[in-house]
């Protein structure tokens, strides 16, 4: 009779293990809460630096993202489209007419949305919410954006660091 609880205490214990392996998430699929805020916070800072123009502050927004924050696919596709200089003449020249127009640009992110990894294990993410420019010659309305990146992890010596892996908006 001993023999017997002992064979049935194992078949509960392969049954209970069979099921839990069954059950589990796909690693692939799986990203941490943790990653996910930090490319939450990531995408924000990004969108920030690609939007505010002002005349304190675009310099060191254009070299933050030319320093590791984007792709070089992702810079040579926004220089085409004229979202960050193409020479540091020319950003020097954005800064000089940024600071002789006192120009000020406020940004506000309504929503980031983060999605699951695709095949190349990028995260797409979606940003959008509202820019607005105001200078001493005048404001605009705010106007609408809507971003979408493809975030990945790149290494910086010993540590991962996020980047855009691409771009859309």
């Known amino acids: 009779m ?3 609880g002992v ?6 214990s392969l049954l209970i ?11 692939k699929k799986n990203v941490g ?10 995408a924000r800072q990004v969108t920030q630096h690609l939007l ?13 993202l030319l320093s590791g924050e984007l792709a070089p696919s992702v810079i ?8 960050l200089p193409n020479t540091l003449d020319e950003m020097r020249a954005q800064s000089r007419a940024a600071a002789d127009e006192r120009r000020v640009t406020a940004v506000r992110i309504d929503n980031v949305s983060l999605g699951d990894p695709n ?8 940003v959008s919410g509202a820019v607005a420019i105001h200078s001493a010659s005048g404001s605009e309305d705010p ?4 971003f979408k990146y493809l975030l990945g992890q790149t290494k910086k010596g010993e540590e991962l660091k996020p980047i855009v892996a691409g771009f859309s908006g």
């Open 143 to 146: 106007k609408p954006f809507k």
């Open 52 to 64: 505010d123009s002002s005349y304190i502050t675009v310099e060191q927004n254009t070299a933050a």
């Open 2 to 4: 001993r023999m017997y």
């Open 76 to 83: 040579a596709q926004l220089k085409q489209g004229g979202l």
């Open 33 to 42: 809460q943790q990653i996910k805020n930090d490319f939450n916070i990531f």
């Open 7 to 12: 064979h049935v205490a194992l078949a509960i």
């Open 119 to 126: 095949q190349n294990g990028l995260i797409p993410a979606e």
């Open 17 to 27: 293990n069979l099921g839990l392996f069954l059950s589990r998430p796909d690693p």
